[in-house]
């Protein structure tokens, strides 16, 4: 499975940005796809996710300015991201987990990250 990531870039303050982010490959069970974010120098933060059944999930600091939808069919994850601020710089990371059926109620869940797109937000 690879992840592309896209639709990163500079944004005014107040503006909105909308991030893309492809899976291919192999055929997978969706546990969650999400995205993830970081600063230089901090750690990798949590934005949000969509579960395999639909459930949308996000950060309590993106709750009201961004939200998530996903194309199934295409198997395309937007993240929409309303009144950017400058603290929203940051380069923006897909995450997808997928789910392998070993059987007699076994399995494992694997983690895939997509490369990162950058998102600037200044004015």
């Known amino acids: 499975v690879q992840l592309q990531a896209s639709g990163g870039g500079l944004a005014q303050p107040g503006g909105s940005l909308r991030l893309s982010c492809t899976a291919s490959?192999?055929?997978?069970?969706?546990?969650?796809m999400g995205w993830f974010r970081q600063v230089p120098g901090k750690q990798r933060e949590w934005v949000g996710h969509?579960?395999?059944?639909?459930?949308?999930n996000l950060s309590d600091f993106m709750k009201g300015r961004f939200t998530m939808s996903r194309d199934n069919a295409k198997n395309i994850l937007y993240l929409h991201m309303n009144n950017l601020t400058p603290e929203d710089t940051a380069v923006y990371y897909c995450h997808l987990v997928v789910w392998t059926d070993e059987g007699a109620g076994m399995g494992y869940t694997t983690d895939y990250w997509g490369q990162g797109t950058q998102v600037t937000v200044s004015s």
């Open positions: 490959g192999s055929a997978f069970e969706l546990r969650r």
């Open positions: 969509i579960t395999g059944s639909g459930a949308i």
